[in-house]
């Protein structure tokens, strides 16, 4: 069963630092992708970032240059490191299990955390 538990949420002001954490059990992590979610307020998912077995990584337009996904196998856990937040990076952020889907699809409902909120507001 996958189960995942994402934290690290918070309020930052424009142009601040967080960085989400993912802890993952119930399945094989090391030879899982990874893929982070956010739904903004009032508006549908969207697709943030995916990160390979291998490390390698896609990022949304929206967030290239600024977030950095990492994974960790040793402690089972994904990170997103967010720099230079804007007020439109306000969401509930997500992390899910890829389900083989292509890398910038949303995998399957039940393959997601609970997800963390950020707030960017000054």
């Known amino acids: 069963q996958v189960h995942l538990v994402e934290s690290g949420g918070g309020l930052v002001q424009p142009g601040g630092s967080l960085r989400l954490s993912c802890a993952a059990s119930?399945?094989?992590?090391?030879?899982?992708?990874f893929v982070w979610i956010r739904q903004p307020p009032g508006q549908g998912p969207e697709w943030v970032s995916t990160?390979?077995?291998?490390?390698?990584?896609w990022y949304a337009d929206s967030v290239q240059g600024r977030f950095v996904v990492s994974r960790d196998n040793a402690v089972s856990t994904v990170y997103l490191q967010m720099n230079g937040l804007h007020f439109a990076d306000t969401a509930l952020y997500f992390c899910?299990?890829?389900?083989?889907?292509?890398?910038?699809?949303?995998?399957?409902?039940?393959?997601w955390g609970q997800g963390t909120q950020v707030t960017v507001s000054s």
């Open positions: 899910a299990r890829a389900d083989g889907g292509l890398y910038f699809q949303l995998p399957r409902r039940d393959f």
């Open positions: 119930g399945f094989t992590f090391s030879s899982s992708y």
């Open positions: 990160i390979s077995t291998d490390n390698f990584a």
